[in-house]
């Protein structure tokens, strides 16, 4: 994701090289145990009911069944209760699936239905002991194994603290054989220092394969992880914003949009987007995803500079275009005679430019067999700047762009701003910020301050939403670059 004018030289440092502390070949057979467990004897006919009432008290293990046969014994069947449960705690285990005042616990109905207690002996292999528990084996005791990860596709994305390095490869190996559906592990390496929010990554396991597909909310996002920005922690973000933000047939200007995860949704509700990202890498997925999921004829991607984006929209200054592809008011029979016009075979670089949007001093020119509408650029509702680490700054873009006659009559829009906030700091300080990089003040009963989520202990990440005052949109030349104190 990126706003600036210029490209950047990644400066993040590069992947550490250290022997490797443990052998990626360790013995498997170590995790080779048996657990005592109690169990209950039902019958076959009984296991769909005691397995539904019982369930918070059952045996969970990762591939163990917690129904196990009765050797010689076909109409019966064990139901295998938790690991370490013992006969004294069965009356403190409340059953929630049976309606009683007061509760019944575990023992009344064990009690009740006449149901034989008995002892069950569970052979444990390495595929069934957790990520975490193979860890806390294969690592010394004082270190803390990692807890999570972020999986993006089939990418698992780590963020390993320096002293977990040196067990870098044996943690990527064993969360790969854990977790079937990731086929590439890698570990972020030093800082985000660079324009497009990207980072230098060590591949610690798996395919070196970093072109990937996520699905959010009925979208379908390609993109490569290595050269763009993508967060999946911010998935609930994305659909609060369009869900409760945004209304069907409002125009939304989404000047940081990356590779669409708000710009996709949006135009699937029915918004028209004018979607922008300064990344080359951005845009080309962006336009890619607006193909996948057919919004081409409500999301028009842009690859300019964020300001210079927001004072064409503002001005009215963009030439909109918009393609014809999977339109929903076609009907069937319309798409069949369009994909006999314009041939079945598309090339790849065609369908990477499909979709161009430009400022009308510079137009760019048409992609053959490519419908297009120009459309002129309507009043739009809302601005969308997803850049927490430096959005608040290209605020000052919207001083003075906005064109008095295009906007006679019309509210001006709502800004949703997202900026991060240290531990020390509060939301009178990020409004301090907002107003000094708009050039004018802000009514504080007038934003919306939310909270996205904790980055780090020390560090916040917040929206704040605000309809934008004439004042600072119709500012004269003079007082462009008048900032408050």
Not at 367 to 381: E, K, L, Q, S, T
Not at 436 to 464: H, T, W
Request: a neutral charge; glycine letters at 6%.
């Amino acid at each position: 994701m990126g706003t600036g004018a210029t490209a950047a030289v990644a400066v993040s440092k590069q992947p550490i090289e250290m022997p490797e502390a443990l052998p990626l070949d360790f013995d498997k057979s170590q995790f080779n145990r048996d657990i005592n467990i109690k169990a209950l004897k039902i019958t076959k006919k009984q296991c769909h009911r005691y397995l539904k009432l019982f369930y918070n008290h059952l045996l969970n293990k990762p591939r163990l069944r917690n129904v196990m046969d009765i050797p010689g014994d076909d109409e019966s069947r064990l139901l295998l209760l938790q690991e370490g449960l013992t006969i004294e705690e069965f009356s403190e285990r409340q059953i929630s699936g049976e309606p009683s005042s007061p509760p019944l616990t575990l023992h009344d109905i064990i009690t009740r239905d006449s149901l034989k207690i008995t002892d069950a002996t569970v052979q444990l292999t390495y595929d069934d002991v957790s990520l975490g528990d193979v860890l806390h084996r294969l690592l010394p005791e004082n270190i803390e194994v990692p807890s999570s990860f972020e999986q993006v596709g089939h990418i698992a994305h780590l963020n390993l603290r320096d002293e977990l390095l040196p067990y870098r490869k044996i943690i990527g190996a064993v969360l790969l054989e854990k977790n079937p559906r990731v086929k590439t592990v890698i570990n972020k390496v030093g800082t985000i220092e660079n324009e497009w929010r990207v980072f230098t990554m060590d591949l610690l396991a798996g395919e070196d394969l970093t072109v990937t597909e996520v699905k959010q909310h009925g979208a379908r996002f390609c993109l490569d992880f290595r050269k763009v920005y993508w967060n999946s922690r911010l998935e609930a973000e994305h659909k609060r914003l369009v869900e409760q933000k945004f209304n069907k047939g409002e125009v939304v200007v989404d000047a940081m949009a990356g590779v669409g995860p708000f710009a996709v949704p949006a135009g699937q509700k029915g918004c028209l987007v004018l979607a922008n990202d300064l990344n080359p890498d951005s845009y080309h997925w962006l336009v890619e995803n607006i193909n996948i999921n057919k919004v081409g004829y409500t999301v028009c991607p842009f690859n300019l500079d964020g300001r210079e984006f927001m004072r064409n929209a503002a001005g009215g200054k963009l030439q909109v275009e918009f393609t014809s592809v999977a339109s929903p008011q076609q009907s069937k029979k319309k798409k069949r005679e369009r994909k006999k016009q314009e041939g079945e075979q598309k090339t790849g670089e065609e369908n990477d430019t499909v979709h161009a949007a430009v400022v009308t001093e510079e137009p760019k020119a048409a992609v053959p067999d490519a419908p297009r509408f120009p459309v002129p650029i309507p009043p739009f509702h809302h601005i969308v700047m997803n850049l927490p680490a430096t959005a608040v700054e290209f605020l000052d873009a919207l001083n003075g762009s906005f064109d008095p006659g295009m906007w006679k009559g019309k509210d001006l829009p709502t800004v949703h701003v997202y900026a991060f906030l240290k531990k020390d700091e509060t939301v009178q300080d990020l409004q301090r910020r907002m107003e000094a990089a708009l050039g004018g003040p802000l009514e504080s009963s007038s934003i919306e301050f939310y909270s996205v989520r904790d980055v780090a202990p020390n560090k916040q990440m917040f929206c704040a939403s605000f309809r934008l005052p004439k004042d600072i949109a119709f500012a004269s030349v003079g007082d462009k670059r008048q900032r408050t104190e």
